[in-house]
């Protein structure tokens, strides 16, 4: 099972940026797919973005397209999500996932396998 940790979450002023870093450590298989979801104070935990390890593939929700980027280091087994022009409502717990079923890009939180401890991000206005 994979292991992730985040950071590089804080607190920036609204039209900011921030880059959060996800480590993986421990897969066993030679592509999987790391997905980045957020959960707001009393909401549903959210999907935000995705990539496919080997070939880079990535998925977006539409409330971060055009503003928020998902890259992976495939030397060092980081993810990053570069989130700029960051809104008050981007404020929440930002979450790294692994999904080992890298063919289908799911958006799913039950359907990712492994998560991390979650780093917050607080957006202010």
């Known amino acids: 099972q994979v292991q992730l940790v985040e950071s590089g979450g804080g607190l920036v002023q609204a039209g900011g940026s921030l880059r959060l870093s996800c480590a993986a450590s421990?897969?066993?298989?030679?592509?999987?797919?790391v997905g980045w979801f957020r959960q707001a104070p009393g909401k549903e935990r959210e999907f935000v973005a995705r990539?496919?390890?080997?070939?880079?593939?990535?998925v977006y929700a539409d409330s971060v397209k055009g503003r928020f980027t998902i890259s992976r280091d495939y030397a060092k087994n980081m993810v990053f999500l570069q989130m700029n022009s960051l809104k008050p409502e981007d404020t929440a717990i930002y979450y790294c996932?692994?999904?080992?079923?890298?063919?289908?890009?799911?958006?799913?939180?039950?359907?990712?396998?492994?998560w991390g401890q979650g780093t917050q991000v607080t957006v202010s206005s």
């Open positions: 996932a692994a999904d080992r079923n890298a063919y289908t890009p799911r958006v799913r939180a039950y359907e990712y396998d492994s």
């Open positions: 421990g897969r066993s298989s030679s592509d999987y797919a």
């Open positions: 990539i496919r390890w080997n070939n880079a593939d990535t």
